[in-house]
Every structure is written in structure tokens, then in C-alpha cells.
């Protein structure tokens, strides 16, 4: 399974944007997607997680009640749309993928994912 994130791009503090995240293979509707990101300077962070189904999402405290992860199973993707961002918010997003059952511990743990996009860049100007 490869994954390709894209959507990423320049937005305003308080503006929106939905980056997306297309999986090739057979395996996606078995798989818990997440998104994590990584800001300048900073390491890999969680952002969100979803599992196989869409009936359990975990989220980082920093963008709960903003962000919401989603999937299409019948297209192969995974969204994360962004609302009200911050300056803060600048990073590369990736998309990762692992097959298993997902857990509030696990979705936090880059190691649990075995999968991982290239990543796409958002920036958020103050």
C-alpha cells in the first residue's frame, strides 16, 4: 500500500483547509489511518487517527474541536480537514496506515503505523 497526501497549501490564521491522503492497494478498508505532523524544527507529532470502519477517531489535544479526520473506503482516502488554524498549525502533515485494532495508546504511536506518506506542507500565516 502507498499513500499520497496532497492539499496542503498558504492559509490565513482562522481559515480552513482539507488536505487529503489517497491509498493505493487492496488493504485500505482494513487498515486505521492517521495523520500526524511535523513543524520546523520540531519532531513527528499525532494529530489524528481513525479506525477501519470510521467508528472510532482519537484526536491530539492541541486541534480537538477543530480538525476532523474522515475516510472514504470506496475511494481509497483519508481527510483531515482543518478549521480555525494557527500559526502553530505550520507543518508537513503525513498520512500513515497500520492494520490492527486501534487504541487511544496506540493511535499516538508512530511505531504502531507501518505505512507512511511523503507528507504535504501547510502553512499558516498570522
Known amino acids: 500500500v502507498q499513500l499520497q497526501a496532497c492539499g496542503g497549501g498558504l492559509v490565513q490564521t482562522g481559515g480552513s483547509l482539507r488536505i487529503s491522503c489517497a491509498a493505493s492497494?487492496?488493504?485500505?478498508?482494513?487498515?486505521?489511518m492517521g495523520w500526524f505532523r511535523q513543524p520546523p524544527g520540531k519532531e513527528r507529532e499525532f494529530v489524528a487517527a481513525?479506525?477501519?470502519?470510521?467508528?472510532?477517531?482519537y484526536y491530539a489535544d492541541s486541534v480537538k474541536g477543530r480538525f476532523t479526520i474522515s475516510r472514504d473506503n470506496a475511494k481509497n482516502t483519508v481527510y483531515l480537514q482543518l478549521n480555525s488554524l494557527k500559526p502553530e498549525g505550520t507543518a508537513v502533515y503525513y498520512c500513515?496506515?497500520?492494520?490492527?485494532?486501534?487504541?487511544?495508546?496506540?493511535?499516538?504511536?508512530?511505531?504502531?503505523?507501518?505505512?507512511w506518506g511523503q507528507g504535504t506542507q501547510v502553512t499558516v500565516s498570522s
Open positions: 500513515a496506515a497500520f492494520y490492527g485494532r486501534l487504541t487511544s495508546t496506540i493511535s499516538q504511536d508512530m511505531n504502531a503505523y507501518k505505512r
Open positions: 492497494g487492496r488493504t485500505f478498508n482494513t487498515d486505521v
Open positions: 481513525i479506525s477501519r470502519n470510521s467508528v472510532v477517531t
